[in-house]
């Protein structure tokens, strides 16, 4: 097994309205939450409108090596999104992709924690 890295990295450009974003090395690890640029603050009920809350996200790089967690928030279920652009040697596509998501109302999850790695299943087979 041979892994090969390309050397683009990823910027996610908006932050998902009803979740967070961490990024997680290759070993499991996750590190740390991409946060919202700047000063800006997120709408207390950002979720519960029709237009959800897309905030821009504050400068970050996503390795080849790396991966992104998405953690909704407590008892939201529907569908969230976030955004990103590749990068390869500096240049930025000229597009930026959307990653859009679907979250079960049922998460009543099993997790595990052994040192920096959390793993988690859903028991209920309609929730996979």
Do not use: M, W
């Amino acid at each position: 097994f041979h892994e090969l890295y390309s050397g683009i990295s990823t910027e996610v450009q908006t932050l998902p309205a009803c979740g967070r974003l961490y990024k997680v090395l290759s070993d499991g690890v996750t590190t740390e939450e991409i946060v919202a640029a700047g000063d800006v603050q997120r709408l207390r009920d950002r979720c519960t409108t029709r237009v959800k809350e897309h905030v821009v996200a504050a400068f970050n790089k996503v390795l080849p090596t790396e991966a992104l967690l998405y953690v909704p928030d407590e008892d939201f279920s529907g569908q969230d999104a976030f955004t990103f652009k590749s990068v390869l040697g500096g240049e930025y596509s000229a597009d930026e992709a959307e990653v859009k998501l679907v979250v079960k109302p049922c998460r009543e999850q099993i997790c595990t924690r052994t040192v920096d790695t959390i793993s988690c299943y859903n028991p209920e087979p309609d929730c996979d």
